[in-house]
């Protein structure tokens, strides 16, 4: 079975421009999360889709941030534009069950994105 | 404030000894507790849940406790082995709060031969 893909594994971009980062969760997890870890501190929540709705945005850091789950499969994350303090490595996770807690997560290997 | 402390130096055993990393929390009431194990340029990789009604979770040679009173979770590697070199980070998660984990910011494990 394979597991939770992003890509791109690596990111540079000047400041102010545009980046997509993609997930694809493990086939059949409804759940999907994207969390960042940034400045060397600790990972950090931002967002929780349960198919293709938001269920919890609540750390998403501005609106330069745009998630997107079209037909609850993928997952892509948008930062336009881009700032210096946005550097950091993003992760996706993913996982199986109703969403409700007690839930073990599927993580991918993140998304290292600079910005210059 | 909210806080989660983890063990900010490295740990650094010899191998076949046991390996006990803390987790303290501060102003969280937890529904249960999360340990992953992470490896450079990777994700991690979850390891043990532990409910706030339960004292202890063992999983082959790992072991974890969770004393709500003393807001404390200990994990514990037995007969650790230089391939168990990895950082382990513990998290929260909240009643109610699905499954967005509150994540400490890890310990780095050094296992020596």
Known sequence: ?116 | SQKIEQNSEALNIQEGKTATLTCNYTNYSPAYLQWYRQDPGRGPVFLLLIRENEKEKRKERLKVTFDTTLKQSLFHITASQPADSATYLCALGLSGGYNKLIFGAGTRLAVHP
């Not at chain 1, 929540?45 to 499969?73: C, I, Y």
């Open chain 1, 1 to 116: 079975e394979a597991g939770v893909t992003q890509f791109p594994s690596h990111s540079v971009i000047e400041k102010g421009q545009t980046v997509t980062l993609r997930c694809d969760p493990i086939s059949g997890h409804d759940n999907l999360y994207w969390y960042r870890r940034v400045m060397g501190k600790e990972i950090k929540f931002l967002l929780h889709f349960v198919k293709e709705s938001k269920q919890d945005e609540s750390g998403m850091p501005n609106n330069r941030f745009l998630a997107e789950r079209t037909g609850g499969t993928y997952s892509t994350l948008k930062v336009q534009p881009a700032e210096l303090e946005d550097s950091g490595v993003y992760f996706c996770a993913s996982s199986p069950g109703a969403g409700q807690g007690y839930e073990k997560l599927f993580f991918g290997s993140g998304t290292q994105l600079s910005v210059l």
